[in-house]
């Protein structure tokens, strides 16, 4: 019983280290951030996160990693599930994706972590949509989101701030459409 619980502790010890860092990577990127800010975030001593984890880098890599979501059959589903993913990027960020995507471009565990669940995205939508260019209205549809997710959160474009939630969502609600059924200005008829 003493080896469960001594298990638990440290699932638990581990599991509060992974949380600062997400915090920590989150508020200041990966250069930021260092194992002692980890340590005292999650109130424990450094040599603890160093045993857990073993390096900043290897910590970096499971704090940031980002959940799976499972993504329903058909088009229709497939823009709920986008806009739902819209809804939730509308909002704060995750602590796990700000400091993604916060390090993405300086921190090559960072690039891979975030190119290999894109990656997935990608192809998991594209699964759900029909025609030749699923893949690529998957692709663009994946990229968008990205950008909005940047100019919200870290570029902080001026326009964001008089829009709501509900209108942020509504706007976006032609785009994702458009984009999942496949229906192109120039076949539907309307200007392009």
């Known amino acids: 019983m003493t080896e ?53 880098a290897a910590l970096f890599a499971t ?33 796990e994706t700000a ?26 939508l594209a699964r759900s949509l029909d025609g030749d260019d699923a893949r690529l209205r998957a692709l663009l549809t994946v990229s968008g989101i990205l950008g909005i997710t940047i100019t919200q959160h870290f570029l902080r474009l001026s326009a964001f701030e008089g829009a709501s939630h509900e209108d942020l969502l509504s706007a976006a609600r032609g785009w994702v459409e458009s984009l999942t059924t496949g229906s192109h200005p120039a076949e539907s008829g309307a200007p392009q």
Do not use: C
């Open 4 to 56: 469960t619980s001594r298990d638990a502790r440290r699932a638990q010890t581990a599991e509060r280290i992974r949380e600062a860092a997400r915090q920590q990577f989150g508020a200041n990127g990966y250069e930021g951030t260092t194992i002692r800010s980890i340590a005292a975030a999650a109130g424990i001593d450094p040599s603890l996160v160093m045993q857990h984890f073993g390096s900043k």
């Open 63 to 95: 704090a940031v990693q980002l959940p799976a979501v499972s993504d329903g059959g058909g088009e229709r589903a497939a823009a709920d599930h986008l806009l739902d993913v819209l809804g939730i990027r509308f909002d704060a960020l995750p602590a």
């Open 99 to 124: 400091a993604l995507v916060r390090s993405m471009l300086t921190v090559p565990e960072a690039a891979d972590t975030m190119r290999g669940y894109l990656d997935e995205r990608v192809e998991n």
